[in-house]
């Protein structure tokens, strides 16, 4: 069987035991702060298993795309060395959600490995927790496996939890012995050893406890199944090779690298190494680019770049002085496209990200790499064998090395780091980072949220209708629940149907009111829990409210319609760029709002004004049509097959809501959209900028909006005509005229200014100072900048001849200084020390070259003392 076989072959046989067949999520999870990357099947069902949300299905099977290469889980390092390690890997799961458990999760397992992928019973084991009898005895007695194959393990091996609190339980691992030529000596055993011999391939979980601060077990009220198994290690198996890189996964990306460098696989091992990071890393590259990832100096982008930089140093083991990587990375998105069409989706985006981050890196990479050896070689000459950490921290900081990168090199001349003086050196980052990544997981509401996950989830009627009648079920005052509340109070309102949008997917929440035969309440935020109750927010206006009361919710219509128009605009926006730059642009986030909507999207380079422009015409022209904006609604499945744009770092329930322009867009949104494009009125484009590392922003206005932006720019561009006195179509040229003017005039004002320093500087001279021999001339003087400082140095410099020449302005708002010494005297004295020790005692820094150099300071009141003092200065530098 192929990988592809083996992937579809098991999503099909738990299909025929009514699981329901889920997509990957995206590599960047959802709503949880705690994770840089999606590391496990399980991560997009964690909200059904703490039971905050419900998808309409009790069990699920999933072919999921997985990056462990940060944080808790991080296999970067052994990537390579070893058989199985990956940064990049699929995992296969099936997951019940309070169905079936410990017996149908194996009796599955056991006949899908043994039935379906044929796998010999006799080389299969079992490894179960400790004192989970109820496990030991399933595989005993309902599979039939020898007590003997049946081991026990303790909770490093066999205990599995979500967290420090939260849901856990015993897991059961099963293990296929790959015979004794695997075995890495005479103690190999399960448990006693990591070799190759008894290989782990798949790990079910079985959740039934849920662990206290006090470490205290409960059972679960619905205990619930987690089961991961590696696709690249099950298909090692099956096919009989090797390792994870032999097989039909990974060997054509290898392959694509050995005709790239002319040397083949397999006839050196630490080339070999090389191949196997190049093709793990590619793939890694390739799936987080798509999913929205991005080189940055922080968080996932960081790590990204990392891994892009590890491979193309081994790349240059094999011998690459070139770009290699994009086209390596093809090979990635011609194997797996068809299983993801993202990847074909954003073929060109890819390639483009990849190539300029390795071009910009290959150019520090030699210089670092030699200046790394020339350390190496000293180390060895002086019989040492550790790097010093600052060596190490210059390399990280100054040519981006990571730290792996560094220890790799060191590892392979069998040389250690001095780790604990790098850390030194790293510490305010790593601080950085850390909080930066710091976050609560998703059970962690306040409590008083927490007590009303039993409720069921608030009716939205709100994309048909504008008002509503419904019933209070909870109210929360000063975060607290409470059963009544008066005027005057802010408070949280909960009820069984609601017309207000709650704030998601970029679009702000609505605002109105909530009101009954003796109360108002002005709403002003909308927020919805996981278990999609809503949260009403705002202030009670006049009357008292009580739980059970009968209300009316109204939203505030004109609001709504002012966000509907740019909630759609943003859709026609989406195509629009699409079609001008390239399918590889997709939406990167996005706010929408009354008077205005912001849309990130993935883009390499600012736009010009003539694609804004022509961005503009294809607005006015999908408007102008009056296109019917149409919404369905379908299973997931269904809906991708449409082509349908989705956003992954959204979350979708089984069942989507899908928004379509015919012939313009496709879009998964649960947003609000007017009923025709003609809605819209007009979309005026407002800005164009750059968020970070490939990423553009659109800031436009609709509508009313739009109109209120032209006529204050029409009015403002007449009160300009008005001060020019000129007419509509003359203000160009006038002001182009006076720009003119005033450039001859800011020359000429220049001009004598140098005529008047030159006069002045005859009388200056009368004012140096000899130092040792030395002429030395340090002056305050009335300049503004500091080019006007450098021409000043430069006419007392001609005149002076040989000597040093100090000068400073307080101008500014602070002190500035230049220091110039002649060539003759370079040797002697240094320009850079001399203006760094003076702008200390002004409280700043500075430094140059050593016959010129400026620099400033805040203390600026301190100027005239500290240029008496630059004799002494000059005298003691000598």
């Not at 891994?307 to 240059?316: C, D, K, Q, T």
């Not at 011998?319 to 074909?344: H, T």
């Not at 007009?682 to 209120?708: D, H, N, P, T, Y």
């Not at 150099?853 to 002494?872: C, D, H, I, N, R």
Request: charged residues 25%; aromatic residues 6%.
């Amino acid at each position: 069987m192929t990988g592809k076989e083996i992937r579809e072959k098991f999503l099909a046989y738990f299909e025929s035991k009514r699981h329901v067949r889920v997509a990957s999520s995206s590599l960047v999870p959802a709503h949880d702060p705690t994770l840089l990357f999606t590391n496990a099947g399980m991560v997009q069902f964690k909200r059904l298993f703490l039971g905050e949300e419900q998808r309409g299905y009790s069990r699920a099977a999933s072919a999921q795309k997985c990056v462990r290469a940060g944080g808790k889980h991080n296999d970067l390092e052994n990537v390579g060395k070893t058989a199985r390690h990956h940064t990049f890997f699929e995992m296969l799961g099936n997951f019940s959600f309070g169905d079936y458990f410990k017996a149908g999760a194996i009796e599955m397992a056991w006949e899908l490995l043994t039935e379906h992928y044929k796998l010999p019973t006799e080389r299969l084991w079992a490894t179960v927790y400790h004192d989970d009898d109820e496990a030991a005895d399933l595989w005993h007695d309902v599979i039939h496996l020898p007590r003997e194959r049946i081991v026990r393990l303790g909770e490093k091996d066999n205990f599995w939890a979500m967290g420090d609190t939260g849901p856990c339980g015993p897991c059961s691992e099963i293990i296929i012995d790959q015979g004794e030529e695997r075995a890495c000596g005479p103690d190999c055993g399960i448990g006693r050893c990591d070799c190759d011999r008894y290989l782990e391939i798949w790990n079910l979980v079985f959740m039934q406890f849920n662990r206290d601060e006090q470490g205290n077990l409960t059972p679960l009220p619905k205990p619930s199944i987690d089961t991961g198994m590696g696709l690249e290690r099950l298909t090692a198996v099956i096919q009989g090779v090797p390792t994870n890189f032999d097989t039909d996964l990974i060997r054509p990306v290898i392959a694509r690298t050995e005709e790239l460098a002319g040397i083949a696989y397999g006839q050196d091992p630490a080339l070999d190494v090389a191949f196997k990071v190049i093709a793990d890393h590619c793939r890694a590259i390739t799936f987080l680019i798509t999913d929205g990832v991005l080189p940055s100096n922080e968080g996932r982008g960081y790590v990204l770049r990392r891994i892009l930089r590890r491979a193309v140093r081994f790349g240059r083991l094999l011998g690459f002085k070139q770009p290699f990587l994009a086209p390596v990375g093809q090979k990635v998105i011609e194997l797996m496209g068809g299983d993801y069409p993202e990847l074909l989706d954003a073929r060109s985006f890819i390639d483009q990200v990849v190539h300029n981050e390795e071009e910009r890196f290959a150019e520090t990479l030699d210089h670092g790499l030699k200046i790394l050896t020339d350390n190496l070689e000293d180390l060895k000459a002086r019989g040492e064998r550790r790097l010093p950490g600052d060596i190490a921290f210059k390399l990280y900081d100054t040519y981006g090395f990571p730290l792996d990168l560094i220890t790799d090199v060191l590892q392979e001349q069998q040389l250690e780091l001095d780790l604990s003086g790098f850390n030194e050196h790293m510490s305010r980052q790593r601080e950085s980072s850390r909080q930066s990544w710091k976050g609560g997981l998703p059970g962690e509401l306040p409590p008083v949220y927490q007590a009303l996950q039993d409720l069921e989830a608030t009716v939205f009627v709100g994309y048909d209708q504008f008002e509503a009648e419904s019933q209070i079920l909870a109210i929360i005052q000063e975060g607290a629940a409470v059963s009544g509340a008066k005027a005057g109070r802010s408070v949280e309102i909960v009820v069984e149907t609601t017309p207000f949008y709650a704030e998601s997917g970029g679009q702000v929440a609505d605002t109105g009111t909530i009101r009954g035969p003796d109360f108002l309440i002005t709403i002003t935020d909308v927020q919805r829990l996981p278990n999609d109750v809503v949260i009403h927010k705002g202030e009670i206006k006049q009357g008292e409210i009580k739980i059970g009361k009968k209300v009316v919710l109204a939203i505030d219509a004109g609001r709504r319609r002012q966000i509907a128009c740019h909630h759609t605009a943003t859709h026609l926006l989406h195509a629009a760029l699409r079609h001008r730059l390239g399918d590889h642009v997709k939406q990167a986030g996005s706010l929408v709002a009354p008077d205005r909507f912001r849309f990130d999207y993935s883009h390499f380079t600012g736009l010009s004004d003539a694609v804004l422009a022509q961005l503009e015409v294809d607005l006015l022209h999908d408007i102008q049509q009056n296109l019917p904006v149409n919404v369905s609604y379908m299973p997931m499945s269904e809906a991708l097959e449409t082509g349908a744009m989705a956003l992954f770092d959204e979350k979708y329930g089984n069942i989507v809501r899908l928004v379509a322009v015919p012939g313009v867009s496709l879009e998964l949104c649960g947003g609000a959209h007017v009923d025709q494009t003609g809605d819209i009125g007009f979309c005026k484009i407002i800005s164009e900028s750059s968020v970070a590392a490939g990423i553009r922003r659109i800031e436009a206005v609709c509508g009313a909006a739009a109109l209120r932006y032209l006529q204050e720019e029409s009015q403002e561009l007449s009160a300009v005509g008005q001060r020019l006195k000129a007419g509509k179509g003359e203000i160009l040229a006038r002001l182009d005229k006076l720009l003119q003017r005033q450039r001859e005039l800011e020359k000429e004002v220049e001009a004598l200014q140098g005529q008047l320093a030159a006069a002045r500087s005859g009388d200056l001279l009368e004012r140096v100072r000899h130092v040792d021999g030395v002429k030395v001339l340090a002056l305050e003087v009335d300049v503004a900048d500091p080019k006007g400082l450098r021409d000043f140095a430069d006419k007392l410099k001609d005149r002076l001849q040989s000597g040093v020449i100090i000068l400073g302005s307080g101008r500014g708002d602070k002190a500035m200084l230049i220091t110039v010494v002649t060539k003759d005297l370079t040797d002697r004295l240094h320009a850079g020390k001399i203006v760094g020790e003076l702008a200390a005692r002004l409280g700043g820094k500075g430094g140059g070259r050593p016959d010129m150099a400026q620099a400033g300071g805040p203390a600026k009141e301190k100027l005239p003392e500290v240029l008496s003092e630059a004799y002494g200065v000059v005298a003691k530098l000598m």
